[in-house]
């Protein structure tokens, strides 16, 4: 009995959790780099930081996704600055792995439309492939040696472009809210397309973890 008290009692949690999860809302694009990265703009090692100036930061930006490539991530610290003035800060541990990495910051109310953004690398021993789109040399973006980089802080060098970033903030409405929406997008682009194709994939999850609940229970007779 007490085994299924405690089985039921799992089951029901793992449910309250995931509704839960679900009230919250998703992130959105506010700014940044439309598309694509164009190009690798350079490979870096060790504890380095890059800085590029003329970047927009709209109000409530709760996260920065950085285009750079790794099969293993690394540490990041990401601070934006409006001129030698630090508007905002975060960071993420190595425990990523993409073609973009994004890193949470504290949300400002208020716009600012121009700022200089800085991102931390390390340390790591896999050269980090940064992501970006050619530019002329005034606008590309400078590399400083440290992992405390800023405005102020002398540059080694330049990139040949832009690291492409988007500025995320909280999207609106939940996720509950979307279900019909993402129910139409699993449906698009197959060989038989349509809503009913989410309902079945939910109907045969439903029934798998029936079945597992089943076969817990007559194991535990």
């Known amino acids: 009995m007490r085994v299924k008290v405690t089985l039921a009692v799992g089951i029901a949690l793992l449910a309250i959790i995931g509704a839960f999860a679900l009230t919250r809302s998703p992130p959105r694009v506010v700014a940044g780099t439309v598309g694509p990265a164009n190009a690798v703009m350079t490979h870096l090692a060790g504890d380095i930081s ?3 100036a003329g970047e927009p930061l709209p109000a409530h930006v709760s996260a920065v996704r950085l285009s750079m490539w790794a099969f293993l991530g690394w ?55 940064i992501l970006g789109r050619n530019t002329a040399p005034p606008e590309a973006a400078t590399v400083v ?71 817990t229970l007559r194991e535990i007779r």
């Open 50 to 52: 890059v800085c590029q």
């Open 145 to 215: 040696r440290g992992a405390d980089p800023g405005p102020g802080s002398t540059p080694e060098g330049r990139l040949p472009g832009k690291v492409d970033v988007e500025y995320l903030a909280s999207g609106q409405g939940s996720w509950w809210s979307r279900v019909t929406s993402v129910a139409n997008h699993m449906g698009l682009g197959r060989a038989f397309s349509g809503t009913w194709i989410a309902l079945l994939v939910a109907a045969l999850m439903a029934a798998v973890a029936v079945l597992a609940v089943r076969l």
């Open 75 to 129: 540490k990041m610290h990401v601070a934006i600055y409006s001129g030698s003035q630090l508007l905002t800060q975060g960071s993420r541990a190595a425990d990523w792995t993409s073609d973009s990495v994004t890193v949470p910051v504290a949300p400002l109310d208020r716009a600012s439309a121009e700022t200089t953004l800085c991102f931390a690398i390390g340390p790591n021993s896999e050269p980090a492939l």
